[in-house]
């Protein structure tokens, strides 16, 4: 198997290469000193073939009992459920330059986690089930199986507390939902059947899972202290050394708080070194125009990078931020694929990387308003949305959807780039709750409007990537989100049937004021995984 390179969704890169009997992950960042991850891991990854059974007796008098034989083999492409996993050594950066990990079992999540992002960005394999199944019946009509991997309790994994931690996590799962008769809890009873689905898999927000590693106070890594001191602290060393002065890297944007640091900031920047995910707070209801609904969390605020992922496909990140009202281009907040230049500047140069031009701090890109100004006159896309006309019209229209209570609105960008805008809104109180059955609703379902303005990030492959990702974030915005919906003019049947590519279904048309609508509608049961 040749070196792999994964793209993390907070900007990381890990090197796969095969070792002996399993692989090698490598943190390639931590070359520059910014590294979120320890050096490395290893896992011993292995497949089991199943043979035909033979009898357990030879003893002709003895009923026939099948005896299940099955050949392990070295990992070459995944099988739809008899892959096994587990992280057989941890390699640990030197105490000198970070601290150890506050969890362990954390560090431990975060090595699994990117593990299996690397393994669900293998080929899927073939979803048909054969084992039980009449050679008669052609392949197209077999029963399909979940892509699952095994997670072998071996390893790293043999200590007793890992296990049920990792469950409560949501990382691992089990059919053996039982408490079990045995006493021993060394025996590791109950917990060796643990497997990750790939449905499962994309459900889970990485935020919960990637963070970073604290730098000591003597290490070579941060450069400079990456806070300043607030002006009423006092000195510790009680010496004459004066903080120094944070300068933004780029206008309007906090300066990179260290080497040690992801390489751009976004929704996994965290100066406290912890994961940056928060549940969602207990429902409270109010009524809006008549109807019931869920006190709604606030959107991200303006400008803020709140979903990236890099799209193997294309060799891109794709991202989503908020959109904003500001005369000035919002600096992108995520990594893109060439990555961020490294900052070479020696320790207390006195030198910020800000005053160095690059393309990263000159400002050459519209604003938000101008960019929907513009599309928003093309005659392509004023014939679905009719918000032509001169800037004011589409400052009035963006400072509305800002000051919505239920919907926000959104910029697609593919690499920094904007390429799109977009709508996430909480069905229950838009207009389109009134046309959807109550009983097929819930409080926390959404709805997404779209509009790609940029005609060079047109096409169907492209379609089916973002639109797959608004969904993807949909379902980790709130585990209770049940159901997207969209509903496109029905004469729009080249994106009608771009829906049905992705998973959507025509429940049924209704009649907006403004146009016929097609009610287009994907479960989160019925979604597998983003396109990658």
């Not at 935020?207 to 607030?230: C, E, K, N, V």
């Not at 890109?365 to 960019?371: G, N, T």
Request: hydrophobic letters at 35%; charged letters at 20%; proline letters at 11%.
């Amino acid at each position: 198997m040749a070196p792999t390179l994964v793209h993390l969704p907070n900007g990381q890169t890990l090197s796969v290469s095969p070792v002996f009997a399993g692989l090698s992950f490598k943190a390639n960042d931590l070359n520059v000193h910014h590294s979120v991850f320890p050096p490395g891991w290893t896992i011993l990854i292995e497949s089991e073939d199943e043979l035909e059974p033979e009898s357990s007796s030879e003893n002709e008098a003895q009923p026939y009992v099948p005896r299940k034989r099955s050949h392990i083999h070295r990992f070459r492409t995944p099988t739809l459920h008899n892959d096994n996993i587990f992280i057989s050594s941890i390699s640990n950066p030197s105490n000198v330059d970070f601290k150890p990990a506050t969890s362990p079992t954390r560090q431990i999540a975060m090595m699994l986690w990117a593990t299996l992002y690397w393994y669900f960005h293998q080929p899927q394999p073939n979803p048909h089930l054969s084992a039980g199944i009449s050679p008669n019946v052609p392949e197209a009509g077999r029963p399909k199986g979940d892509w699952r991997v095994n997670i072998k309790r071996e390893g790293i994994f043999k200590s007793k507390l890992l296990f049920p931690k990792l469950e409560r996590m949501g990382l691992i799962s089990t059919e053996e939902s039982c408490v079990g008769t045995s006493t021993d809890d060394r025996s590791g009873h109950g917990w060796k059947r643990m497997f990750v689905s790939q449905r499962a898999f994309w459900q889970l927000d990485a935020r919960i899972f990637l963070f970073t590693l604290t730098p000591t106070a003597h290490s070579p890594f941060p450069g400079t202290t990456p806070l300043p001191s607030r002006p009423s602290s006092p000195n510790r060393d009680a010496s004459d050394h004066v903080s120094p002065k944070r300068t933004p890297d780029i206008a309007g944007m906090e300066p990179s708080p260290g080497l040690w640091s992801p390489p751009s900031p976004g929704p996994f920047a965290s100066a406290s070194h912890l994961p940056t995910y928060y549940p969602p707070p207990p429902p409270q209801y109010i009524i809006t125009n008549g109807v019931r609904h869920p006190v709604r969390p606030k959107p991200p605020a303006q400008g803020q990078v709140f979903y990236t992922r890099h799209i193997q496909s294309l060799g891109q990140f794709l991202s989503f931020r908020t959109a904003s009202l500001s005369t000035k281009s919002p600096p992108h907040r995520g990594p893109v694929s060439g990555g961020t230049p490294p900052n070479f500047l020696p320790p207390n140069s006195g030198v910020s990387s800000s005053t160095l031009p690059t393309l990263g701090n000159i400002t050459i890109s519209p604003s938000d308003l101008d960019l929907i100004h513009d599309w928003m006159n093309n005659p392509r896309v004023n014939a679905a949305w009719g918000v032509a006309g001169p800037i004011e019209t589409q400052e009035t229209f963006l400072r509305d959807n800002l000051k919505n209570k239920h919907s926000f609105p959104v910029i697609g960008c593919w690499d920094g780039k904007p390429f799109g805008y977009f709508e996430i809104y909480w069905v229950k109180e838009d207009q389109l709750g009134r046309h959807v059955d109550s009983r097929g609703l819930g409080n926390w379902d959404r709805g997404i409007h779209v509009l790609v303005g940029e005609e060079g990030f047109r096409g169907e492959h492209r379609v089916k990537v973002w639109l797959s990702a608004l969904v993807h974030y949909c379902w980790l915005a709130d585990q209770r989100t049940e159901n997207v919906f969209l509903e496109p003019r029905v004469d729009n049947e080249k994106f009608i049937s771009y829906l049905h590519k992705a998973g959507f279904h025509k429940e049924r048309e209704f009649a907006f004021p403004h146009k016929q609508a097609a009610l287009m509608k994907i479960s989160r049961d019925a979604w597998d995984a983003p396109a990658l």
